[in-house]
């Protein structure tokens, strides 16, 4: 069985297609959530496939285009503190802060180091060189990366390791898509939900959708063929007029998810009263922090007199503001496409990001900009 | 060590024992003539030089050449990390790259410099598989490395080893050239991309996969000389390195100022390179390659061209994947496929001609453009 192939059949993809195309009584508004959804729809042409039939919108999970410019900002000052090695994802290295990005910082001479894997932060604690450094890890990411950064903790505790540290970062799935849905001013008819996260969660965590909003859901995976299949179960909800949350994903994701992964983020992570998300601001409940009995491995404790100083200055309007003319904050609401902003592909582009949405693979921007129009 | 480098008599033992016999000896024994590729099949190279290996050994300040009336001239500077990778090492890709870049041009390579560049404290044994690595992958081509410079800087200040090589060739058959390209000429790619970019990267970040990914790094002129000897008509041959065969092909298009029209389940990917860009949300295409070409051939000629390519150890895998100026005829085979037209405002114009279009596995075109914006830092 090949994975990246048996997902992919042009016959069943054909079928599945024409299946919906069938069926679909009045265009459809569909929000994937998941970046690495909206990855798959551009790199496979499933919206053009399903043109005119499918409206897909594009959602607020790709975990680095929510980052907003005043988070990039603390992570840069953490970096530049003295004795500090930020270790960081690749994708975080590009995102424009509002007068840096990491990777020009590490052109500077900060030490920032890119990794694939929490774990690898142990790598660079363990080697005697950085005995006197202080490691923080840029931590980021949905539920789905929640317990890679929680496995680290327990790794760093048990090794009695003392000079990691973590810039959580991490937010949840739910409340955004909460905030689209009560802001009332949207078309969506359903959402796809996301493959990878649901393995952990398990699908409780989307019951608002159906039963307190009466929109669709699905959670789906990543392949052409999930997401169409997905995107058929979908379709026959709106149809029927009962709306539910289904999984098309069942050889990943089971009804109450990962109990493990979910006991670990639950052992060091705790609900903050409110996040900020880039285009959305303040979203309560929607963000995680390490829970106070771990506080010593907390970097925004460690540098909380230079985070404060940030704060004033942000709050105070002086940093952390998003370029007025980028619309990624309206595109991760659903309610502009890449195509609809001014800067996309002239101003900003892959090489020159303007927003966070062009950094990241999974970040609509940058697949609209790799998969585009001829 | 620094020393190695003074110019004095650490430097000259370093050339002596280490470079210049596992250069010329290892592979030629001590009484050969013509040094290391002269024992192959291409002996005809080296005496159309009229040079031996114990005139270069003279150390003189530069090789003295009879050149032929048409050569090629190029360089390139090699810094790959890591320096040795499966199908491959920093040696010999310092060989193949520029032969393949003589070998395009319809130039058979003869000569090549060789310049080091060595951090202090690199270990002998890695300069000494290096050179043989060099030294192999001469002799399979018949090139002959006729002067060379090394020195070595302080530890910390390279990254282990850099390698610059320039190449002289002869032009056997003249004409290639990417303005040669013409609406109706078909895309052919001699074997399945992606490899080396893959292969490099699963190694440098640490990814492991359930078979480790080899690098297609090989000397291409045999390959090039079968094609062009066949009488078959050639408009221009490019190896698809940095930026993969996405940057040939928009390279292409602009030259020839016509839209090309690739299938992309006609291009050969190997079965783990599918799945490493699956895992990075990469594409084959754009990764390098070190051993593949692309050739633009004439219509009449497609057929021929495969079979020859076909019939050579490195283009078994090769394929006709596309058309320059094809695109009318794709878009309307599926109409269905054609993209929405217009934009919401602003984006991208792209009503220009010399695009390169990908024509997807369920039948949708999209442009194919450049690499941009991937951290890809030293493939090669």
Same mark, same amino acid.
């Given at each position: #069985?090949?994975?990246?192939?048996?997902?992919? #059949?042009?016959?069943?993809?054909?079928?599945?297609?024409?299946?919906?195309?069938?069926?679909?009584?009045?265009?459809?508004?569909?929000?994937?959530?998941?970046?690495?959804?909206?990855?798959?729809?551009?790199?496979?042409?499933?919206?053009?496939?399903?043109?005119?039939?499918?409206?897909?919108?594009?959602?607020? %999970?790709?975990?680095?285009?929510?980052?907003?410019?005043?988070?990039?900002?603390?992570?840069?000052?953490?970096?530049?503190?003295?004795?500090?090695?930020?270790?960081?994802?690749?994708?975080?290295?590009?995102?424009?802060?509002?007068?840096?990005?990491?990777?020009?910082?590490?052109?500077?001479?900060?030490?920032?180091?890119?990794?694939?894997?929490?774990?690898?932060?142990?790598?660079?604690?363990?080697?005697?060189?950085?005995?006197?450094?202080?490691?923080?890890?840029?931590?980021?990411?949905?539920?789905?990366?929640?317990? #890679? &950064?929680?496995?680290?903790?327990?790794?760093?505790?048990?090794?009695?390791?003392?000079?990691?540290?973590?810039?959580?970062?991490?937010?949840?799935?739910?409340?955004?898509?909460?905030?689209?849905?009560?802001?009332?001013?949207?078309?969506?008819?359903?959402?796809?939900?996301?493959?990878?996260?649901?393995?952990?969660?398990?699908?409780?965590?989307?019951?608002?959708?159906?039963?307190?909003?009466? !929109?669709?859901?699905?959670?789906?995976?990543?392949?052409?063929?999930?997401?169409?299949?997905?995107?058929?179960? #979908?379709?026959?909800?709106?149809?029927?007029?009962?709306?539910?949350?289904?999984?098309?994903?069942?050889?990943?994701?089971?009804?109450?998810?990962?109990?493990?992964?979910?006991?670990?983020?639950?052992?060091?992570? &705790?609900?903050?009263?409110?996040?900020?998300?880039?285009?959305?601001?303040?979203?309560? !409940?929607?963000?995680?922090?390490?829970?106070?009995?771990?506080?010593?491995?907390?970097?925004?404790?460690?540098?909380?007199?230079?985070?404060?100083?940030?704060?004033?200055?942000?709050?105070?309007?002086? &940093?952390?503001?998003?370029?007025?003319?980028?619309?990624?904050?309206?595109?991760?609401? %659903?309610?502009?496409?890449?195509?609809?902003?001014?800067?996309?592909?002239?101003?900003?582009?892959?090489?020159?990001?303007?927003?966070?949405?062009?950094?990241?693979?999974?970040?609509?921007?940058?697949?609209?900009?790799?998969?585009?129009?001829? | 060590?620094?020393?190695?480098?003074?110019?004095?008599?650490?430097?000259?033992?370093?050339?002596?024992?280490? =470079?210049?016999?596992?250069?010329?000896?290892?592979?030629?024994?001590?009484?050969?003539?013509?040094?290391?590729?002269?024992?192959?099949?291409?002996?005809? *190279?080296?005496?159309?030089?009229?040079?031996?290996?114990?005139?270069?050994?003279?150390?003189?300040? +530069? +090789?003295?050449?009879?050149?032929?009336?048409?050569?090629?001239?190029?360089?390139?500077?090699?810094?790959?990390?890591?320096?040795?990778?499966?199908?491959?090492?920093?040696?010999?890709?310092?060989?193949?790259?520029?032969?393949?870049? /003589?070998?395009?041009?319809?130039?058979?390579?003869?000569?090549?410099?060789?310049?080091?560049?060595?951090?202090?404290?690199?270990?002998?044994?890695?300069?000494?598989?290096?050179?043989?690595?060099? *030294?192999?992958?001469?002799?399979?081509?018949?090139?002959?490395?006729?002067?060379?410079?090394?020195?070595?800087?302080?530890?910390?200040?390279?990254?282990?080893?850099?390698? *610059?090589?320039?190449? =002289?060739?002869?032009?056997?058959?003249?004409? /290639?050239?990417?303005?040669?390209?013409?609406?109706?000429?078909?895309?052919?790619?001699?074997?399945?991309?992606?490899?080396?970019?893959?292969?490099?990267?699963?190694?440098?970040?640490?990814?492991?996969?359930?078979?480790?990914?080899?690098?297609?790094? +090989?000397?291409?002129?045999?390959?090039?000389?079968?094609?062009?000897?066949?009488?078959?008509?050639?408009?221009?041959?490019?190896?698809?390195?940095?930026?993969?065969?996405?940057?040939?092909?928009?390279?292409?298009?602009?030259?020839?100022?016509?839209?090309?029209?690739?299938?992309?389940?006609?291009?050969?990917?190997?079965?783990?390179?599918?799945?490493?860009?699956?895992? /990075?949300?990469?594409?084959?295409?754009? /990764?390098?390659?070190?051993?593949? +070409?692309?050739?633009?051939?004439?219509?009449?000629?497609?057929?021929?061209?495969?079979?020859?390519?076909?019939?050579?150890?490195?283009?078994?895998?090769?394929?006709?994947?596309?058309?320059?100026?094809?695109?009318?005829?794709?878009?309307?085979?599926?109409?269905?496929?054609?993209?929405?037209?217009?934009?919401?405002?602003?984006?991208?114009?792209?009503?220009?001609?010399?695009?390169?279009?990908?024509?997807?596995?369920?039948?949708?075109?999209?442009?194919?453009?450049?690499?941009?914006?991937?951290?890809?830092?030293?493939?090669?």
């Amino acid at each position: #069985m090949q994975l990246y192939s048996d997902f992919k #059949m042009k016959d069943d993809i054909s079928r599945l297609a024409s299946i919906i195309s069938a069926e679909v009584e009045k265009p459809v508004n569909i929000m994937e959530i998941c970046g690495g959804h909206t990855y798959s729809i551009m790199k496979y042409g499933l919206n053009i496939l399903l043109k005119d039939k499918i409206n897909f919108l594009h959602g607020p %999970g790709c975990p680095v285009c929510v980052m907003p410019v005043k988070r990039i900002d603390e992570a840069i000052a953490i970096a530049d503190s003295p004795g500090v090695i930020l270790a960081a994802y690749g994708d975080m290295m590009r995102v424009p802060g509002t007068d840096s990005s990491l990777i020009k910082e590490r052109a500077k001479g900060n030490d920032i180091r890119m990794i694939y894997s929490p774990l690898d932060v142990i790598k660079i604690a363990e080697d005697k060189n950085n005995k006197d450094k202080k490691i923080v890890f840029f931590a980021i990411g949905f539920e789905t990366t929640t317990p #890679m &950064t929680a496995a680290l903790l327990e790794e760093v505790i048990a090794k009695r390791i003392n000079n990691v540290f973590i810039y959580a970062n991490h937010v949840l799935v739910p409340p955004p898509v909460n905030a689209i849905l009560d802001s009332g001013d949207n078309l969506i008819d359903g959402f796809i939900c996301p493959g990878h996260v649901s393995v952990i969660t398990g699908s409780d965590i989307y019951f608002d959708i159906p039963h307190k909003y009466h !929109k669709a859901a699905v959670i789906a995976g990543f392949e052409p063929y999930d997401i169409l299949s997905g995107t058929l179960l #979908m379709v026959r909800q709106i149809n029927e007029g009962r709306p539910a949350v289904e999984i098309a994903y069942k050889r990943a994701v089971k009804e109450d998810g990962n109990k493990k992964a979910q006991d670990l983020v639950n052992k060091y992570f &705790t609900v903050r009263d409110e996040f900020e998300w880039r285009g959305f601001g303040n979203i309560p !409940k929607s963000g995680l922090r390490l829970r106070d009995e771990f506080k010593s491995f907390d970097a925004e404790i460690l540098f909380k007199d230079k985070l404060k100083e940030l704060r004033l200055k942000s709050g105070a309007g002086q &940093t952390g503001k998003e370029n007025a003319l980028c619309k990624c904050g309206e595109i991760l609401k %659903g309610k502009s496409k890449p195509d609809g902003c001014p800067l996309f592909g002239k101003v900003c582009n892959p090489e020159n990001p303007v927003g966070a949405c062009m950094v990241s693979f999974e970040g609509a921007c940058a697949a609209y900009y790799k998969y585009r129009d001829f | 060590m620094l020393s190695h480098g003074g110019g004095g008599k650490e430097t000259s033992e370093l050339i002596g024992s280490i =470079i210049f016999n596992g250069l010329y000896r290892q592979n030629g024994g001590s009484g050969d003539k013509y040094g290391p590729g002269c024992r192959n099949r291409h002996k005809g *190279s080296c005496r159309t030089a009229n040079i031996s290996w114990q005139k270069i050994k003279l150390l003189e300040d +530069a +090789a003295v050449l009879k050149s032929p009336q048409s050569i090629a001239f190029t360089t390139d500077c090699f810094t790959v990390k890591p320096i040795f990778f499966k199908g491959g090492d920093i040696g010999k890709l310092s060989v193949a790259g520029t032969v393949n870049d /003589l070998s395009v041009m319809g130039a058979r390579p003869l000569f090549l410099s060789l310049g080091f560049i060595i951090e202090e404290g690199f270990a002998l044994a890695d300069l000494k598989k290096i050179i043989k690595g060099i *030294s192999e992958e001469s002799a399979k081509t018949g090139v002959m490395v006729v002067t060379g410079d090394t020195k070595v800087v302080p530890a910390g200040k390279a990254d282990g080893i850099f390698i *610059s090589t320039s190449g =002289i060739g002869e032009i056997l058959y003249g004409g /290639l050239s990417v303005y040669n390209i013409a609406t109706g000429d078909i895309i052919i790619v001699s074997g399945n991309v992606g490899d080396h970019g893959a292969a490099i990267m699963s190694r440098r970040e640490g990814i492991e996969m359930d078979v480790e990914i080899e690098s297609d790094c +090989a000397s291409l002129w045999d390959m090039i000389d079968c094609v062009l000897k066949s009488g078959i008509r050639v408009s221009a041959i490019r190896d698809a390195t940095r930026g993969g065969l996405a940057a040939v092909l928009n390279e292409w298009a602009t030259a020839a100022v016509a839209d090309i029209c690739i299938e992309e389940d006609k291009i050969p990917v190997n079965d783990a390179v599918k799945g490493f860009c699956e895992l /990075l949300g990469f594409e084959p295409y754009q /990764l390098a390659c070190e051993g593949r +070409a692309v050739f633009a051939v004439k219509p009449e000629f497609a057929g021929k061209a495969l079979s020859v390519l076909k019939s050579h150890p490195l283009g078994k895998n090769a394929g006709i994947i596309g058309t320059v100026g094809g695109g009318n005829s794709l878009v309307t085979e599926t109409p269905q496929a054609t993209r929405q037209a217009g934009h919401e405002g602003g984006g991208i114009t792209s009503g220009y001609t010399g695009k390169v279009i990908l024509k997807g596995i369920y039948g949708i075109s999209r442009l194919l453009d450049y690499p941009s914006g991937e951290l890809l830092p030293r493939i090669c």
